[in-house]
């Protein structure tokens, strides 16, 4: 089994910052990708940001400038800076990682619990 354990979330004005950090744990051999989606009220899950294991990022369109995707690599490890925040940004963040057990074999995605982000006066 794999965990994802996020953490960071938290109530934040208009303009300012936040970073989130998952970190993964258990029977791992490797993560190809870790990335971050969102999920506000009433709303679809979107992609806000992934990395893959060599270094390769992609940025939802509402993100792309504000937010930046990183991540260490040997602590299975991924950060999301997140500047300028606006009250649209508000939603609850999961952290998601595409793992491979052992050397060879197909990957398998994994979901954290969720980190609530809130942007308000």
């Known amino acids: 089994q794999v965990q994802l354990v996020e953490s960071g979330g938290g109530l934040v004005q208009p303009g300012g910052s936040l970073r989130l950090s998952c970190v993964a744990s258990?029977?791992?051999?490797?993560?190809?990708?870790m990335g971050w989606y969102r999920q506000g009220p009433r709303k679809q899950r979107e992609l806000v940001a992934d990395?893959?294991?060599?270094?390769?990022?992609a940025y939802g369109d509402s993100v792309k400038g504000r937010f930046t995707i990183s991540r260490q690599h040997a602590k299975n490890t991924v950060y999301l800076q997140m500047n300028s925040l606006k009250p649209e940004d508000t939603a609850v963040y999961y952290c998601?990682?595409?793992?491979?057990?052992?050397?060879?074999?197909?990957?398998?995605?994994?979901w954290g619990q969720g980190t609530q982000v809130t942007v308000s006066s």
């Open positions: 990395i893959t294991s060599g270094g390769s990022t």
């Open positions: 258990g029977s791992i051999y490797s993560i190809d990708r």
């Open positions: 998601n990682a595409e793992v491979r057990h052992f050397r060879g074999w197909d990957l398998t995605g994994y």
